[in-house]
């Protein structure tokens, strides 16, 4: 994954995508989630999270108390010692969050607690949440970090377009 080249990308396309992405809070296709659904496995054929790693570059996931049980037990923490030396707690939300990006967890674009890692990167993009246009916010927020849910959305508006072209 080249990540100079998606920056470049994500920012022209940005716009466009996030104006269709709005359509949806008045109208929605009745068929949105097979959409969604066959574009998301189209997209899986050409991203290689491997070659990319940018969420764990750029973002934090949410670290829940299960999560921070988890990870503290398998690096033999305590659970307040872990997150003392790597969390803060998001004032508005109280979630807490990695305080170092990248995350201190990637080695060479690999995450090196993927056994044990938040379930919030286990889930991470989250292109199977529904109903899909309940998640716009979400994929607006994405698109300038994940260039697989660029992709996606991408490839939902080509395709709703396509339809909304033929409906007349
Ligand atoms: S989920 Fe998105 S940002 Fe994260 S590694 Fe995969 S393609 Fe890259
Ligand atoms: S815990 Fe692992 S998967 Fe999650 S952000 Fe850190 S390196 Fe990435």
Redesign the pocket.
């Known amino acids: 994954m080249d990540l100079v080249k998606f920056k470049a990308r994500s920012k022209a396309k940005r716009a466009p995508l996030t104006e269709f992405l709005a359509k949806f809070d008045i109208v929605v296709p009745p068929d949105m989630d097979a959409i969604a659904s066959k574009a998301n496995e189209e997209v899986w054929k050409e991203i290689d999270c491997t070659t990319c790693?940018n969420?764990?570059k750029t973002?934090?996931?949410t670290f829940s108390p299960k999560d921070i049980k988890r990870?503290a037990a398998h690096l033999q923490m305590k659970p307040n010692e872990f997150k003392e030396k790597y969390l803060y707690k998001e004032e508005e939300t109280g979630d807490w969050m990695?305080k170092q990006q990248?995350?201190?967890?990637?080695e060479n674009n690999?995450?090196?607690?993927?056994d044990v890692?938040?379930d919030?990167?286990?889930g991470?993009p989250h292109h199977h949440l529904k109903p899909f246009d309940m998640y716009n916010d979400m994929y607006r927020d994405n698109l300038k970090h994940c260039p697989a849910t660029l992709l996606l959305v991408e490839k939902v508006k080509a395709a709703v377009e396509r339809k909304w072209d033929m409906n007349g």
Do not use: E, G, H, V
């Not at 990248?102 to 990637?106: E, G, K, T, V, Y």
């Not at 690999?110 to 993927?114: A, D, E, K, N, Q």
């Open positions: 790693a969420c764990c973002m934090s996931p990870i990695n990248p995350c201190q967890f990637l690999m995450c090196t607690i993927y890692r938040p919030d990167c286990a991470f």
